[in-house]
């Protein structure tokens, strides 16, 4: 697997899980909401993401491939939030705009931002940025 993909700095947390069969999801679940705790999302939007991140392992595990989701912080400016990406070779060559709309169709209401990075490999990543409405008052960056 190459190194992870992001249109924004990248800051901790990074963590990624390998997913080979139904049972890593939920570990990808777990993993997410802890990254997501380690950057101050509340406990509602912890759980916001973890479905996400698992729907996306999951959509991904039905290829038949083993794969490997990443999460990481993400910084923009004065914004930071949460990626979740991973690589899916078998995208490419396929209109970025239909399996992004089909994306967003599943998910956009999980995340702020769907993206599809075409090259080198094409590379699924989902974005939630933290604000107030979504921080945990008790702790958080």
């Known amino acids: 697997m190459s190194d992870v993909h992001s249109p924004y700095k990248m800051r901790p947390p990074v963590m990624q899980v390998r997913v080979e069969d139904s049972m890593d999801i939920m570990i990808v679940r777990d993993t997410t909401r802890r990254a997501a705790g380690l950057l101050g999302f509340s406990p509602a939007h912890r759980a916001q993401l973890a479905t996400a991140a698992a729907t996306l392992a999951e959509l991904v595990l039905k290829t038949g491939e083993a794969h490997t989701v990443?999460?990481?912080?993400?910084?923009?400016?004065?914004?930071h939030g949460l990626q979740i990406s991973s690589e899916t070779p078998w995208l490419a060559g396929r209109s970025a705009n239909n399996v992004l709309i089909a994306l967003k169709s599943k998910m956009g209401d999980l995340v702020d931002e769907i993206l599809l990075e075409e090259t080198p490999t094409p590379t699924i990543m989902m974005i939630m940025w933290l604000d107030d409405t979504r921080s945990d008052s008790q702790g958080g960056t």
């Not at 990443?70 to 914004?79: K, P």
């Open 70 to 79: 990443h999460l990481n912080g993400v910084v923009d400016n004065i914004r």
